[in-house]
């Protein structure tokens, strides 16, 4: 999902009312998920007339007897400063601002959330089912550097 990944922000009272203020970015963000799963989704339609799954329906993905394994890979926006000339562009980026790993403030672990609580009843029926996950956060080195993230997710079997 091409874009500056966000931390989830923590909750928040105002007026004795608990609201999210990550809500409107994490619907954003699942729906660039949808757009890109229906998008591909509707290509294997066309293409396999074997496929029996619904993709009008609301089930999620993975439902509740599985258990599952995330990778997910944060690409964050690199700063105009490792550009030259402070102007990001297509092979624009400094030879010493060439690593990907670099102390950035955004904590891993927010991202993480942000991800895994956006895709609750969509991807999965909760994140509970989650039992492995790994996440790596990096500075974008892929076209204008703006930043993505990846999603990698399988299943796991008792014997594993």
């Not at 229906?38 to 599985?66: C, R, S, V, W």
């Not at 690409?75 to 010493?96: A, E, T």
Request: charged share 25%; with cysteine; hydrophobic share 30%.
């Amino acid at each position: 999902i091409h874009g500056n990944p966000r931390p989830l922000q923590r909750h928040r009272t105002s007026r004795g009312h608990m609201y999210n203020p990550s809500l409107k970015y994490q619907k954003s963000f699942l729906n660039a998920y949808q757009n890109l799963i229906y998008d591909d989704e509707q290509h294997n339609i066309d293409t396999d007339m074997n496929n029996d799954y619904d993709y009008d329906d609301d089930t999620p993905l993975f439902d509740a007897t599985k258990y599952l394994a995330i990778t997910i890979i944060f690409r964050m926006k690199r700063p105009k400063s490792h550009f030259i000339n402070n102007k990001p562009g297509l092979g624009r980026i400094k030879k010493k601002a060439l690593s990907q790993l670099l102390p950035i403030r955004t904590d891993v672990d927010n991202l993480a959330k942000f991800v895994l609580d956006s895709m609750n009843g969509v991807l999965y029926e909760d994140d509970k089912q989650i039992i492995s996950l790994h996440a790596t956060k990096l500075l974008d080195n892929v076209g204008l550097c703006e930043g993505s993230t990846e999603i990698y997710v399988r299943t796991i079997n008792g014997d594993e």
